[in-house]
């Protein structure tokens, strides 16, 4: 009996030729399921599902504000703000022959150190003196001021303030023998519509070596820098 059935009974194995009809019909059954389900599943989120991301008119959204100008230029800044700038105070606490360097007329050398700047939202004396009475250029500056004044210019367009500059390069006149003024490495400054105390912490975290909140010849900030 078990020789007969053995005889006469064919297993299945994998891999026989009398399956492979049905491999060909999951060949053909499970990419018409993917397609099926690729087609339904938007359907089924649009009416079921609640979509917890970004919707596109959020992007659109996103992508036009980015594209827009923005009404305030980023001026770069290099020392934090200071709580407080009284008037007769000083940053940093001390001397500016220390923090700036002293005068040296015999090393300095107008055509290799001055150069002349103009800013448009500046409003500079020279440009408004009677040029019989004072013959100084304002806009004749130490090649290190251009950079902590071009910050300055922004921090106070900002603010919606105007930076004034009353003097800058005065080769004689009514500064010490000892004034930076003679190098064209001190700046004095005053605005409208900002308090000079702010204008104060403007100018030291722009990054001039040495600001002063000067008092004498009339409130003004006085700033220097470095060779």
């Not at 959020?58 to 827009?68: A, S």
């Amino acid at each position: 009996m078990l020789r007969k059935m053995n005889e006469n009974t064919r297993l299945e194995i994998p891999g026989d030729k009398n399956d492979k009809r049905g491999h060909f019909k999951l060949a053909y059954i499970i990419p018409a399921v993917l397609i099926t389900m690729i087609i339904l599943t938007p359907l089924m989120c649009k009416s079921g599902c609640k979509d917890k991301g970004v919707e596109m008119s959020d992007i659109e959204t996103l992508v036009v504000e980015t594209d827009k100008e923005p009404d305030i230029i980023e001026a770069p800044v290099l020392r934090e703000e200071p709580k407080t700038f009284p008037q007769k105070s000083y940053m940093p606490k001390c001397r500016e022959s220390k923090a700036s360097g002293g005068i040296d007329l015999n090393t300095f050398s107008p055509g290799r150190d001055l150069i002349y700047f103009d800013d448009k939202t500046v409003w500079w004396e020279s440009d408004n003196d009677d040029s019989s009475y004072d013959t100084e250029d304002d806009h004749t500056i130490h090649k290190n001021i251009k950079e902590p004044l071009e910050r300055l210019i922004t921090l106070v367009n900002n603010a919606d303030g105007k930076l004034k500059v009353q003097d800058t390069f005065r080769g004689y006149g009514i500064h010490s023998s000892k004034s930076l003024h003679k190098e064209g490495r001190a700046i004095d400054l005053t605005a409208e519509n900002l308090e000079l105390e702010q204008l104060a912490k403007f100018a030291w975290m722009a990054g001039f070596d040495w600001v002063y909140f000067e008092v004498a010849g009339g409130l003004h900030i006085h700033a220097s820098v470095k060779r």
